[in-house]
């Protein structure tokens, strides 16, 4: 299980990601102030392991992921999606992933060929601003950790937007 700080976005500051005993597992380098917005993960001594960017020209939110050196998934929101947010987290090859559920509660599930390999939620952890994550054994951690990542700058990136039309 690893646990998030919420609302960090808003902020663009750098902070921790723990494992459920809160030790840091990756650092987050924020810069959700920048054009592209970008996130710098790094792991506990500091060097970049992943990497989320907004794409500047798409059709819908996209956020590009990359793990290492090389290109791991392009994070879509669907355009349309009643009652519950739904992005796709397109990886090279035939294995997409689908997160769907309420982005705004911080619970929701991620799928692959409708198996769940992940799924956040507030009330798996009790601390306030804080939402867990867990992954299921044998799956990615570092892609759905950075995918769920991309999916809050998506969100914070909408909300804003809405504040700034009202």
């Known amino acids: 299980?690893?646990?998030?700080?919420?609302?960090?976005?808003?902020?663009?500051?750098?902070?921790?990601?723990?494992?459920?005993?809160?030790?840091?597992?990756?650092?987050?380098?924020?810069?959700?102030?920048?054009?592209?917005?970008?996130?710098?993960?790094?792991?506990?001594?500091g060097n970049q392991v992943a990497e989320v960017t907004r794409k500047l020209v798409s059709l819908r939110p996209t956020y590009r992921v990359s793990i290492g050196d090389q290109h791991a998934a392009d994070v879509r929101k669907h355009f349309f999606t009643p009652f519950r947010d739904k992005f796709t987290i397109d990886v090279p090859g035939p294995d997409d992933l689908e997160l769907t559920g309420s982005l705004f509660d911080h619970e929701f599930t991620i799928e692959r060929g409708g198996r769940r390999v992940a799924r956040a939620s507030r009330k798996l952890f009790r601390i306030r601003d804080t939402y867990a994550v867990e992954v299921e054994p044998g799956e990615d951690d570092l892609l759905i950790l950075a995918s769920v990542l991309a999916v809050d700058l998506a969100q914070q990136r909408e909300h804003d937007q809405e504040r700034q039309d009202d």
Do not use: N, W
């Open 1 to 45: 299980m690893y646990l998030i700080r919420e609302r960090f976005l808003g902020l663009g500051d750098d902070f921790e990601i723990t494992d459920g005993d809160g030790r840091a597992v990756l650092h987050v380098d924020g810069k959700v102030l920048s054009l592209r917005d970008r996130l710098g993960l790094s792991d506990p001594h």
